[in-house]
């Protein structure tokens, strides 16, 4: 299977840029998506295909990668984006989660 | 308004058996593929599986295959998730979501508990 890794935890200031980075343990193409999953919440579709905005997400969130890294930048971060981010890939079957990246403010 | 609302957890004794239902409603539910997402306490989130819009592509993650069928009624706008041989280890939140390799819209998930 298809590892990705995340880092576990980051904590910014309000107004401050972040990235969050996915690294893969093998290429999965630009088939990577990203989620947002705040406490006590099911997680919610932020970015596909590596790079797209989903309908109605603030373009505060952008997305980049390709092969084996990926990067989610929130710019700049406000209060409400305390949350777990997730990637996802579906290029190599089974499609696989990343252990989660959890977003603290300061 | 897309609206996926899981029904079926609580507590179950390991070794039984289990079903959960997800009742789609705000789109046109036989236009989709459909999945199975799952959340163990405290952890990420696991893959479990997905099915095309008529039931004729089945993919599952291999280690549940021969424990977990997913199947759909279209004319129910109902999407299932039939487990078997239940362990401690399947203790989780189980979210139903729309989508094929991704997925748009997740429902606010149910609870299944494993436990004697």
């Known amino acids: 299977d298809t590892v990705l890794t995340q880092s576990p935890a980051l904590a910014v200031s309000p107004g401050e840029r972040v990235t969050i980075s996915c690294r893969a343990s093998?290429?999965?193409?630009?088939?990577m998506h990203w989620y947002q999953q705040k406490p006590g919440q099911q997680p919610t579709l932020l970015i596909y295909l590596a790079s797209n905005l989903e309908s109605g997400v603030p373009a505060r969130f952008s997305g980049s990668g390709s092969g084996t890294d990926f990067t989610l930048t929130i710019d700049p971060v406000e209060a409400d984006d305390t949350a777990t981010y997730y990637c996802?890939?579906?290029?190599?079957?089974?499609?696989?989660f990343g252990g989660g990246t959890k977003l603290e403010l300061k | 308004e897309v609206k996926l609302v899981e029904s079926g957890g609580g507590l179950v004794q390991p070794g039984r058996s289990l079903k959960l239902s997800c009742a789609a409603s705000?789109?046109?539910?036989?236009?989709?593929?459909m999945g199975w997402v799952r959340q163990a306490p405290g952890k990420g989130l696991e893959w479990i599986g997905e099915i095309n819009q008529d039931s004729s592509t089945i993919n599952y993650t291999p280690s549940l295959k021969d424990k977990f069928t997913i199947s759909r009624d279209n004319a129910q706008n109902t999407l299932y998730l039939q487990m078997s041989k239940l362990g401690s280890e399947d203790t989780a939140i189980y979210y139903c979501?729309?989508?094929?390799?991704?997925?748009?819209?997740w429902g606010q998930g149910v609870m299944v508990t494993v436990s004697s």
């Open positions: 996802q890939q579906s290029w190599n079957d089974p499609w696989t």
């Open positions: 705000g789109f046109s539910f036989n236009d989709y593929w």
């Open positions: 979501a729309r989508g094929w390799e991704l997925f748009d819209y």
């Open positions: 093998e290429s999965v193409s630009t088939l």
